[in-house]
């Protein structure tokens, strides 16, 4: 009989299970969720979902849209062709039509409009991507949420960190930074003075874990003297900080179970890698690594340990950041909305333009689905088979199918409508299925957790050929505001995931800058302009403005420009400048 727990599908930390129970979505009353579903679980059937597929604004029967996917594809060289997925739905199927478009011979994308660059910093200084699940978070006795923001992209973390002490360092006054028992409002951008200035501090101390330095880090003393580079009176004023606060944050972490809880805020900046490579520094000296109950935690690899069935080696890829739409004559786009999603969203509209053919596989309307030629609505994830695993703890999720529906084509069926007709080998869903599951064990709690996957995770040392933790060897300066610009901040907003669900439209800032709530400005950077009504948020910092991810319009402020490391985007880097309208 099928099992009426299945998982959220989303793109989120908690990956949690969920109940279908008599068509209702029900929190799962075991496990990290502990009875509590979020806003967009207790909303979801409220979304109005694509419900007919069309072709040039016509409505047409799903057989009718696969031929016409058919003739669209056969109408130009698959080199000319590319297949652009988005993280619209996590689960491991997805991937599947990644493996047939290779096979087809078409382009594929690369790169990361999302924790890339503080990914590649972690694989430079450890040697892989390997993360501090939510269960040791749970056993360690200070949290230090650093460029995260709980409340509204992790709430299941909360219910762990109840009695532990908390840090915080956000330029934003978040919820968790009012209940915190340590808040630095840090200057964006230069968290990599702060990471380093603690480091030197707690080297001055001599509260480093000495132990662990001599075994698992012999460069420190050469890191400890690059530290020494940093004018302190004067970076502690640029950043917005006193020696105090330095003093209070090595007190209440030094000799204290720590976890370094980073969100993907600290890192939307060109030299992203540099920034969580210095933060994961301080871990070092702190000696957080490889003992339980701390760590530092942030996005990690949701297929770590898992071998992927699907081949895509063969293809030829382009980046997802600064995707080239326009040398492609057909451009399939699923489980994403890059129009409102990707940097620089005048250049993707211009670059879209010239592409022939635009395919939207997806579930809802929004400006991608707006312009594309033809339109073939997907599955939900109560209507197909998949698996998930997660980027914040190791458990792997069966998502059986729980309603039958006429709506939509799920991934699966449609790679293998596209391998039938191309003569490609695929697997039969079961299989594929089964495969994931092979690299899932069941826990003595009863847990289905991925294989192979510690949970506390460099007990031997780094992942590095000699097992040495690699420092950082230099940095760059970061740039800073002029007297008339501000820092765009553009974090997660509570009820969108991204640009799905309930968005929001506006611009935040502090009452200082003389406007009125309401009124309508127009926000210029060098990539482009956007025009949104203002509110009013005291818990801003006065050079700072906020616009969530999800916004329409925010990314026409955004640059297109990749990270140093990790191919990922940088929405943070451009300054942007305000103008009343009269
Ligand atoms: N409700 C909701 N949940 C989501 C999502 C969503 O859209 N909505 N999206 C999901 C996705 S795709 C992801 S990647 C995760 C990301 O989730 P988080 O990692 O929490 O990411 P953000 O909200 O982008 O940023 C987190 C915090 O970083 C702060 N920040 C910004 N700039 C800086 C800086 O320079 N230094 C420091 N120290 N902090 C800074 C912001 O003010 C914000 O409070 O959330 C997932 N969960
Ligand atoms: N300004 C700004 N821009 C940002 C960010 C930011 O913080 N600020 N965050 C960036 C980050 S971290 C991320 S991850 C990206 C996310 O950007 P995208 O990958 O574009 O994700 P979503 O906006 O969630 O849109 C995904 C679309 O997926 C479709 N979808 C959902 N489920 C399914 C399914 O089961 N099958 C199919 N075929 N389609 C489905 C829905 O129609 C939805 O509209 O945005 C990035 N853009
Ligand atoms: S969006 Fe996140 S918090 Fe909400 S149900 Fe899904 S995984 Fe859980
Ligand atoms: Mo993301």
């Known amino acids: 009989m099928k099992s009426s727990i299945t998982a959220c599908p989303l793109d989120c930390y908690d990956a949690c299970s969920i109940v279908y129970d008599e068509g209702k979505l029900r929190a799962f009353k075991d496990g990290h969720t502990h009875g509590f579903l979020c806003p967009h679980m207790n909303h979801y059937k409220r979304h109005l979902r694509i419900t007919t597929p069309r072709y040039k604004g016509q409505a047409i029967t799903m057989d009718a849209a696969l031929e016409k996917l058919k003739e669209i594809l056969d109408a130009n060289l698959k080199s000319e ?23 087809m011979g078409t382009y594929l994308t690369n790169g990361s409009l999302c924790d890339g660059a503080g990914e590649a910093g972690i694989i430079e200084g450890r040697g892989s991507n390997k993360n501090m699940p939510l269960s040791e978070i749970a056993k360690s006795e200070v949290v230090v949420f650093w460029g995260r923001n709980p409340h ?34 840090i200057k964006p951008h230069t968290d990599i003075f702060l990471a380093m200035l603690l480091y030197r501090f707690l080297h001055i101390e001599d509260s480093c874990d000495d132990a662990f330095l001599q075994k698992f880090a012999s460069e420190h003393e050469e890191y400890y003297e ?18 105090g606060q330095i003093g ?85 786009i699923q489980g994403a909305n890059p129009l409102a999603q990707m940097p620089d969203s005048n250049r993707v509209e211009d670059s879209l333009e010239h592409v022939e053919n635009i395919v939207y596989f997806g579930l809802y309307e929004n400006e991608t689905s707006a312009v594309a030629d033809l339109v073939i609505p997907a599955k939900t994830f109560l209507e197909k088979e998949d698996i998930r695993t997660s980027y914040s703890h190791n458990g792997m999720m069966m998502m059986h199918k729980q309603v039958e529906s006429e709506i939509g084509i799920s991934e699966y069926a449609l ?68 007297e008339d610009e501000f820092y765009l901040i553009t974090p997660k907003f509570p009820t969108s995931l991204n640009s799905q669900f309930y968005r929001n439209e506006n611009v935040y800032m502090h009452s200082s800058l003389g406007f009125r709530e309401g009124e309508r400005v127009k926000l210029l950077s060098s990539s482009g302009e956007v025009v949104l009504p203002v509110k009013i948020n005291d818990d801003l910092r006065n050079d700072c403005i906020v616009i969530y991810s999800g916004t329409p319009g925010v990314n026409n402020l955004t640059s297109s420009k990749h990270s140093y490391e990790g191919k990922n985007a940088i929405y943070q880097e451009n300054f942007v400048r305000i103008k009343k309208i009269n």
């Open 415 to 482: 790679a293998a409508y596209l391998a039938e007709i191309y003569s490609i080998e695929l697997q039969s869903e079961t299989a594929y299925l089964e495969h994931f599951k092979n690299h899932g064990v069941v826990k003595i709690d009863g847990s289905f957790e991925v294989e192979n996957r510690q949970t506390i995770p460099y007990k031997d040392g780094f992942d590095t050929d000699d097992g040495d933790f690699v420092f950082l060897e230099e940095f760059e300066v970061p740039q800073k505001v002029q």
């Open 248 to 332: 209070d944050f090595l007190h209440l972490v030094v000799g204290h179970k720590t976890a370094i809880v980073c969100g993907v805020g600290i890192q939307k900046y060109r030299d992203g890698a540099d920034v969580m490579r210095a933060i994961d520094a301080l871990a070092v000296g702190l000696g957080l690594f490889g003992k339980e109950g701390c760590g530092v935690a942030y996005l990690g690899d949701s297929k770590e340990a898992i071998a992927m069935p699907f081949d895509t080696k063969k293809a030829k890829k382009v980046s997802k950041v600064n995707t080239p739409f326009d040398e492609f004559k057909t451009v399939f």
């Open 81 to 103: 062709t590319l297949h652009y997925r988005g993280s619209g739905n996590f689960a491991l199927m997805q991937g599947v039509t990644d493996h047939v478009f290779a096979q």
């Open 226 to 243: 690059l530290t020494q580079t940093i004018r302190i009176k004067a970076i502690l004023e640029d950043i917005g900080m006193t020696l």
């Open 152 to 185: 509204v992209t992790s709430s299941h973390l909360l219910p762990l960190i109840k009695d532990k002490t908390i840090i915080v360092i956000d330029p934003v006054k978040t919820k968790i930074a009012k209940m915190a028992d340590l808040y630095i409002q």
